[in-house]
Antibody
Framework: EVQLVESGAGLIQPGGSLRLSCTASGFIFSDYALHWVRQAPGKGLEYVSSISTGGTTTYYADSVRARFTISRDNSKNTLYLQMGSLRAEDTAVFYC????????????????WGQGALVTVSS | QSALTQPASVSGSPGQSITVSCTGTSSDVGRYDYVSWYQQHPGKAPKFLIYDVNNRPSGVSTRFSGSKSGNTASLTISGLQAEDEADYYCISYKGGLSPYAFGTGTKVTVL
Protein backbone atom coordinates (compact mmCIF):
# COMPACT_ATOMS: atom_id res chain seq x y z
CA GLU A 1 0.00 0.00 0.00
CA VAL A 2 1.35 3.41 -0.99
CA GLN A 3 1.70 5.73 1.98
CA LEU A 4 2.98 9.28 2.29
CA VAL A 5 3.28 10.76 5.78
CA GLU A 6 4.16 14.41 6.34
CA SER A 7 5.82 15.67 9.50
CA GLY A 8 7.48 18.77 10.87
CA ALA A 9 4.45 21.03 10.90
CA GLY A 10 3.79 23.65 13.55
CA LEU A 11 3.55 27.29 14.54
CA ILE A 12 6.34 29.56 13.34
CA GLN A 13 6.85 33.31 13.59
CA PRO A 14 6.94 35.50 10.48
CA GLY A 15 10.41 35.53 9.00
CA GLY A 16 11.23 32.15 10.48
CA SER A 17 12.22 28.84 8.91
CA LEU A 18 10.74 25.36 9.04
CA ARG A 19 11.48 22.02 7.38
CA LEU A 20 8.73 19.63 6.39
CA SER A 21 9.42 15.96 5.75
CA CYS A 22 7.40 13.37 3.86
CA THR A 23 8.24 9.74 4.48
CA ALA A 24 7.10 7.27 1.83
CA SER A 25 6.46 3.55 1.80
CA GLY A 26 4.83 0.94 -0.40
CA PHE A 27 6.61 1.82 -3.66
CA ILE A 28 10.08 2.25 -5.14
CA PHE A 29 10.71 5.80 -3.96
CA SER A 30 13.52 6.59 -6.39
CA ASP A 31 11.32 5.81 -9.42
CA TYR A 32 8.88 8.67 -8.86
CA ALA A 33 8.89 12.44 -9.10
CA LEU A 34 7.44 14.07 -6.01
CA HIS A 35 5.56 17.28 -5.32
CA TRP A 36 4.42 19.65 -2.59
CA VAL A 37 0.95 21.22 -2.80
CA ARG A 38 -0.58 23.51 -0.19
CA GLN A 39 -4.04 24.64 0.81
CA ALA A 40 -4.64 27.78 2.86
CA PRO A 41 -7.54 27.53 5.35
CA GLY A 42 -10.82 27.56 3.45
CA LYS A 43 -9.05 28.02 0.11
CA GLY A 44 -8.18 25.90 -2.91
CA LEU A 45 -5.18 23.79 -3.73
CA GLU A 46 -2.01 25.61 -4.76
CA TYR A 47 1.08 24.23 -6.47
CA VAL A 48 4.29 24.67 -4.46
CA SER A 49 7.20 22.61 -5.80
CA SER A 50 8.35 19.46 -7.64
CA ILE A 51 11.50 17.37 -7.72
CA SER A 52 12.72 14.78 -10.23
CA THR A 53 13.49 11.18 -9.37
CA GLY A 54 17.19 11.78 -8.80
CA GLY A 55 16.72 15.17 -7.19
CA THR A 56 18.69 17.04 -9.83
CA THR A 57 15.75 18.96 -11.31
CA THR A 58 13.45 21.13 -9.23
CA TYR A 59 10.54 23.44 -9.91
CA TYR A 60 8.82 26.08 -7.80
CA ALA A 61 5.77 28.31 -7.79
CA ASP A 62 6.69 31.98 -8.24
CA SER A 63 5.29 32.70 -4.77
CA VAL A 64 7.88 30.49 -3.03
CA ARG A 65 10.88 30.52 -5.37
CA ALA A 66 14.01 31.76 -3.57
CA ARG A 67 12.38 31.12 -0.17
CA PHE A 68 11.63 27.39 -0.30
CA THR A 69 13.93 24.50 -1.25
CA ILE A 70 12.72 21.03 -2.18
CA SER A 71 15.02 18.04 -1.79
CA ARG A 72 14.90 14.28 -1.37
CA ASP A 73 16.94 11.49 0.16
CA ASN A 74 16.29 8.34 -1.83
CA SER A 75 18.21 6.24 0.71
CA LYS A 76 15.73 7.29 3.39
CA ASN A 77 12.58 7.35 1.21
CA THR A 78 12.04 10.92 2.36
CA LEU A 79 11.05 14.16 0.65
CA TYR A 80 11.79 17.53 2.23
CA LEU A 81 10.63 21.12 1.95
CA GLN A 82 12.87 23.70 3.60
CA MET A 83 10.85 26.86 4.04
CA GLY A 84 12.41 30.23 4.88
CA SER A 85 11.37 33.88 5.22
CA LEU A 86 7.92 32.63 6.12
CA ARG A 87 4.96 34.98 5.81
CA ALA A 88 1.43 34.89 7.18
CA GLU A 89 0.18 34.03 3.71
CA ASP A 90 2.21 30.81 3.80
CA THR A 91 -0.16 29.48 6.46
CA ALA A 92 -1.61 26.32 4.94
CA VAL A 93 -1.91 22.57 5.03
CA PHE A 94 1.02 21.23 3.04
CA TYR A 95 0.53 17.96 1.15
CA CYS A 96 3.20 15.81 -0.40
CA UNK A 97 2.08 13.96 -3.51
CA UNK A 98 3.56 11.29 -5.74
CA UNK A 99 3.94 11.97 -9.43
CA UNK A 100 2.28 9.56 -11.82
CA UNK A 101 3.87 6.92 -13.98
CA UNK A 102 2.23 4.96 -16.76
CA UNK A 103 4.08 2.09 -18.34
CA UNK A 104 7.24 3.22 -16.63
CA UNK A 105 7.12 6.70 -18.09
CA UNK A 106 6.71 9.88 -16.08
CA UNK A 107 3.23 11.32 -16.23
CA UNK A 108 1.84 14.70 -15.30
CA UNK A 109 -0.55 13.95 -12.49
CA UNK A 110 -0.51 13.33 -8.75
CA UNK A 111 -1.74 9.86 -7.89
CA UNK A 112 -1.19 9.54 -4.13
CA TRP A 113 -1.34 12.24 -1.48
CA GLY A 114 -0.31 12.41 2.15
CA GLN A 115 -2.74 13.43 4.86
CA GLY A 116 -1.26 16.92 5.07
CA ALA A 117 0.63 18.95 7.66
CA LEU A 118 -0.55 22.33 8.97
CA VAL A 119 1.96 25.15 8.98
CA THR A 120 0.83 28.27 10.81
CA VAL A 121 2.83 31.48 10.42
CA SER A 122 1.86 33.91 13.14
CA SER A 123 3.39 36.07 15.85
CA GLN B 1 0.66 32.24 -11.83
CA SER B 2 -2.84 32.29 -13.31
CA ALA B 3 -5.19 29.69 -11.96
CA LEU B 4 -7.51 27.64 -14.11
CA THR B 5 -11.09 28.90 -13.82
CA GLN B 6 -13.76 26.62 -12.38
CA PRO B 7 -17.32 27.48 -11.33
CA ALA B 8 -17.52 28.03 -7.58
CA SER B 9 -20.41 25.62 -7.24
CA VAL B 10 -22.44 23.08 -9.16
CA SER B 11 -25.43 21.17 -7.84
CA GLY B 12 -27.65 18.33 -8.92
CA SER B 13 -30.18 15.84 -7.64
CA PRO B 14 -29.37 12.20 -6.97
CA GLY B 15 -29.22 10.23 -10.21
CA GLN B 16 -28.63 13.27 -12.38
CA SER B 17 -25.49 14.10 -14.34
CA ILE B 18 -23.49 17.24 -13.73
CA THR B 19 -20.48 18.77 -15.44
CA VAL B 20 -17.68 20.81 -13.89
CA SER B 21 -15.70 22.99 -16.28
CA CYS B 22 -12.05 24.00 -16.07
CA THR B 23 -11.01 26.86 -18.34
CA GLY B 24 -7.38 27.66 -19.02
CA THR B 25 -5.44 29.07 -21.93
CA SER B 26 -3.64 27.93 -25.04
CA SER B 27 -0.51 27.60 -22.87
CA ASP B 28 -1.90 24.99 -20.53
CA VAL B 29 -5.23 23.19 -21.05
CA GLY B 30 -5.30 24.00 -24.75
CA ARG B 31 -1.72 22.93 -25.38
CA TYR B 32 -1.36 19.69 -23.44
CA ASP B 33 -3.55 16.64 -22.93
CA TYR B 34 -2.32 16.47 -19.33
CA VAL B 35 -5.41 17.54 -17.43
CA SER B 36 -6.20 15.64 -14.24
CA TRP B 37 -9.06 15.85 -11.77
CA TYR B 38 -9.23 15.38 -7.99
CA GLN B 39 -12.00 15.02 -5.42
CA GLN B 40 -11.58 16.40 -1.91
CA HIS B 41 -13.95 15.79 0.98
CA PRO B 42 -13.79 18.23 3.93
CA GLY B 43 -10.73 17.69 6.08
CA LYS B 44 -9.36 15.00 3.78
CA ALA B 45 -6.54 14.75 1.27
CA PRO B 46 -7.40 15.03 -2.43
CA LYS B 47 -8.23 11.82 -4.26
CA PHE B 48 -7.06 11.20 -7.83
CA LEU B 49 -9.98 10.72 -10.28
CA ILE B 50 -8.95 11.33 -13.91
CA TYR B 51 -5.64 11.72 -15.77
CA ASP B 52 -4.65 12.76 -19.28
CA VAL B 53 -8.05 14.39 -19.85
CA ASN B 54 -10.19 11.25 -19.97
CA ASN B 55 -8.46 8.29 -18.35
CA ARG B 56 -9.66 6.73 -15.12
CA PRO B 57 -7.17 5.04 -12.79
CA SER B 58 -8.15 1.62 -11.54
CA GLY B 59 -10.62 1.73 -8.69
CA VAL B 60 -12.30 4.98 -9.70
CA SER B 61 -16.01 4.70 -10.46
CA THR B 62 -17.04 4.72 -14.13
CA ARG B 63 -19.51 7.44 -13.18
CA PHE B 64 -16.60 9.89 -13.45
CA SER B 65 -15.47 10.89 -16.93
CA GLY B 66 -13.40 13.65 -18.46
CA SER B 67 -13.20 15.52 -21.75
CA LYS B 68 -11.60 18.56 -23.33
CA SER B 69 -12.45 21.04 -26.02
CA GLY B 70 -10.03 23.81 -26.85
CA ASN B 71 -8.96 25.57 -23.67
CA THR B 72 -11.68 24.03 -21.51
CA ALA B 73 -11.63 20.65 -19.81
CA SER B 74 -14.67 19.10 -18.17
CA LEU B 75 -15.44 16.52 -15.52
CA THR B 76 -18.81 14.80 -15.75
CA ILE B 77 -20.33 12.91 -12.85
CA SER B 78 -23.20 10.70 -13.92
CA GLY B 79 -25.71 9.03 -11.63
CA LEU B 80 -24.95 11.59 -8.91
CA GLN B 81 -24.77 10.12 -5.42
CA ALA B 82 -24.72 11.68 -1.95
CA GLU B 83 -21.08 10.61 -1.52
CA ASP B 84 -20.10 12.71 -4.54
CA GLU B 85 -20.71 15.88 -2.53
CA ALA B 86 -17.18 17.31 -2.28
CA ASP B 87 -14.79 19.86 -3.77
CA TYR B 88 -13.34 19.09 -7.20
CA TYR B 89 -10.10 20.46 -8.66
CA CYS B 90 -8.51 20.30 -12.09
CA ILE B 91 -4.77 20.47 -12.67
CA SER B 92 -3.05 21.02 -16.02
CA TYR B 93 0.57 20.63 -16.96
CA LYS B 94 1.95 23.79 -18.59
CA GLY B 95 5.69 23.35 -18.59
CA GLY B 96 8.21 26.00 -17.69
CA LEU B 97 9.71 26.80 -14.30
CA SER B 98 6.37 26.34 -12.54
CA PRO B 99 4.93 23.48 -14.54
CA TYR B 100 1.44 23.00 -13.11
CA ALA B 101 -1.65 25.20 -13.16
CA PHE B 102 -4.33 24.43 -10.59
CA GLY B 103 -8.05 25.05 -10.86
CA THR B 104 -9.88 27.33 -8.46
CA GLY B 105 -12.05 24.47 -7.24
CA THR B 106 -15.75 23.64 -7.49
CA LYS B 107 -18.05 22.66 -4.66
CA VAL B 108 -20.46 19.99 -5.84
CA THR B 109 -23.70 19.79 -3.85
CA VAL B 110 -26.13 16.90 -4.04
CA LEU B 111 -29.60 18.30 -3.47
Amino acid sequence: EVQLVESGAGLIQPGGSLRLSCTASGFIFSDYALHWVRQAPGKGLEYVSSISTGGTTTYYADSVRARFTISRDNSKNTLYLQMGSLRAEDTAVFYCARGGRVGGAKQYFFDYWGQGALVTVSS
Amino acid sequence: QSALTQPASVSGSPGQSITVSCTGTSSDVGRYDYVSWYQQHPGKAPKFLIYDVNNRPSGVSTRFSGSKSGNTASLTISGLQAEDEADYYCISYKGGLSPYAFGTGTKVTVL
